[in-house]
């Protein structure tokens, strides 16, 4: 097992600003693309950005100019600063792995979840 653990959520008004953090741990041998998805009530859940483990990011449309995605390999951890903040963003948002344990298998973990809201 390879528990995500993610911290950096609350409550922030329109404009505002969060920087999201998930650290991975555990029988880890390289992780491959770490990313950030959110689900907002009655919604699907969505990607919001990832990051290859050679840097390259990938960013949801709603999000480019706003949001910034970048890891740090040494600490297994990703993170998420989010600039410019809207309602609209208001969700849970979800940090996401794919790596290769200690095995040498692939896998794929969601972390716990962590709430965000954007309100006035």
């Known amino acids: 097992q390879v528990p995500l653990v993610e911290s950096g959520g609350g409550l922030v008004q329109p404009g505002g600003s969060l920087r999201l953090s998930c650290a991975a741990s555990?029988?880890?041998?390289?992780?491959?693309?770490m990313g950030w998805y959110r689900q907002a009530p009655g919604k699907q859940r969505e990607l919001v950005a990832a990051?290859?483990?050679?840097?390259?990011?990938n960013y949801a449309d709603s999000v480019k100019g706003r949001f910034t995605i970048s890891r740090d390999n040494a600490k297994n951890t990703v993170y998420l600063q989010m600039n410019s903040l809207k309602p609209e963003d208001t969700a849970v948002y979800y940090c996401?792995?794919?790596?290769?344990?200690?095995?040498?298998?692939?896998?794929?973990?969601w972390g716990q979840g962590t709430q965000v809201t954007v309100s006035s």
């Open positions: 555990g029988s880890i041998f390289s992780i491959n693309a």
């Open positions: 990051i290859t483990s050679g840097g390259s990011p």
């Open positions: 996401n792995a794919d790596l290769v344990g200690s095995d040498y298998d692939l896998y794929d973990y």
